[in-house]
């Protein structure tokens, strides 16, 4: 039996065990899966956040009621708790505190307390706020105790406009923190960068804590090969969706086809020169821009 295999069962284990609210039966699924071998940013990836993605799309089909949905989810955070201070142990402290909150009345904090706990284990001093904690708090509460970073998740592009504000108003406190922004939302056309005052943004848990070393100055070296690849991917998809385009939209516009785009935004796609130009050309953007080799936009 491959990895994958191995990983979709112990998924589909972990699903019927946190709905049905038997936590032990979910901690021992996990620290099972550590014991065999499997990595812990798997553990998190693959088994519980695309648990809780599968819990979600149940909600929405009305295979399980909120009750339901809401069961798991208390349950996945108190399996995380064990987790975080199980892989404390082999922690080394970097020497920098992040602090890590939903956006104002975004309620889902699952990605966001697990983006806390890679911070953590990756050796950072960290505030995790849970719930929603309204702007002017959250500003007070830093200038109160500062930090390094903030990491805002937001799921919801209903929330949006309170990303906006926030990401203003902490952009207002001095010495100012690096504001870095991730959450399903960060994937969503509907989501308007450019009016957000954040450092960068991410939607991979396991990339914003490259992220968030980068933006602290932590992280020096050159780029890959690979690395470049991601780099232009991001800085592609980042104009498409200020531009409020689809990837079928770019495509067209672009003369190229969707999977194509597709993969370039994932950094899977080797490019010649020409596609890059036709893709600038379709953004409106200079070509100079698309390659500019950053690890501060690396990796979305």
């Known amino acids: 039996m491959s990895l994958d295999q191995n990983i979709e069962i112990l998924k589909n284990r972990y699903i019927d065990a946190v709905l049905s609210g038997k936590r032990s039966d979910a901690v021992q699924i996990v620290f099972d899966s550590q014991k065999r071998g499997v990595d812990i940013y798997k553990i998190y990836i693959d088994i519980i956040s695309e648990s809780q993605a599968s819990i979600g799309e149940m909600w929405h089909k009305g295979i399980i ?22 892989n404390m142990n082999n922690r080394r402290p970097i020497g920098f505190k992040a602090l890590v909150a939903p ?128 780099v232009i991917g991001k800085r592609m998809r980042i104009a498409r969706i200020n531009k409020q385009l689809t990837q079928k939209d770019l495509a067209k516009a672009s003369g190229l086809d969707r999977t194509y785009i597709s993969s370039v935004e994932q950094g899977k796609q080797n490019m010649t020169f020409s596609a890059i130009l036709r893709i600038s050309e379709a953004l409106g953007v200079e070509v100079v821009d698309l390659m500019k080799s950053s690890r501060n936009i690396i990796d979305l």
């Open 103 to 230: 956006v104002e009345k975004d309620d889902h904090i699952v990605g966001a307390r697990m983006m806390s706990d890679f911070l953590i284990m990756d050796g950072w001093e960290v505030d995790f706020l849970g719930g929603s904690t309204p702007t002017q708090d959250l500003v007070e509460f830093i200038k109160i105790k500062p930090v390094d970073l903030v990491v805002l998740s937001l799921t919801n592009i209903e929330f949006q406009s309170n990303a906006i504000l926030m990401t203003n108003a902490l952009s207002s406190i001095m010495p100012k923190p690096k504001i870095l922004l991730g959450g399903l939302a960060v994937k969503s056309s509907k989501i308007n960068i450019n009016l957000m005052k954040c450092d960068s943004i991410t939607s991979s848990v396991l990339e914003g804590v490259n992220e968030a070393r980068r933006l602290v100055g932590l992280s020096s070296e050159k780029l890959s090969l690979e690395e470049h690849l991601r």
């Open 65 to 86: 009621n909120i009750a339901e949905e809401h069961l798991a989810t208390v349950t996945t955070l108190e399996v995380m708790d064990q987790l975080r201070l199980y």
